[in-house]
């Protein structure tokens, strides 16, 4: 039997908190793009995705294809580089660390017009080189 575990500061389940810190991120028009792109990506790859919605969440996206699961969060910046979201990722990396995800967990960094993607371990985030898998 599976148990869910809940925020203790609201009834958010865990794919939107970690460690009683809840992660908040918009969805302005810019972001809502990005997350477009980032679905057609994995359609393009051969994955199914489901957007996650709401204020409070780690997770943008949750693909799936006969290999396994990935859930993503989805970010833009300026530039390249992930260390204005180290925060996120050590949210990220708490996850993975516990091991209570049935799948890989990646950071998407759409910058300089294209994306950077991350696999999150536990210690931390490592670029993800060459095409996409």
């Given at each position: 039997m599976e148990t869910?575990?809940?925020?203790?500061?609201?009834?958010?389940?865990?794919?939107?908190?970690?460690s009683g810190r809840c992660?908040?991120?918009g969805t302005n028009l810019t972001s809502r793009a990005i997350l477009f792109d980032a679905t057609a990506e994995l359609k393009r790859s051969g994955y199914h995705s489901v957007r996650i919605a709401g204020s409070s969440r780690l997770f943008d996206l949750i693909a799936w294809n006969r290999d396994g699961f990935l859930f993503i969060a989805v970010r833009?910046?300026?530039?390249?580089?992930?260390?204005?979201?180290?925060?996120?990722?050590?949210?990220?990396?708490?996850?993975?660390k516990e091991t209570i995800l049935p799948g890989?967990?990646?950071?998407?960094?759409?910058?300089?017009?294209?994306?950077?993607?991350?696999?999150?371990?536990?210690?931390?985030?490592?670029?993800?080189?060459?095409?996409?898998?």
């Open positions: 869910r575990r809940y925020c203790p500061r609201s009834s958010i389940d865990l794919f939107s908190c970690v992660a908040m991120t833009r910046a300026r530039n390249f580089g992930i260390s204005n979201h180290s925060h996120h990722v050590s949210q990220l990396s708490s996850l993975v890989r967990v990646q950071f998407w960094l759409y910058a300089e017009n294209e994306w950077h993607r991350y696999q999150i371990l536990a210690g931390g985030a490592l670029l993800i080189r060459g095409r996409f898998q």
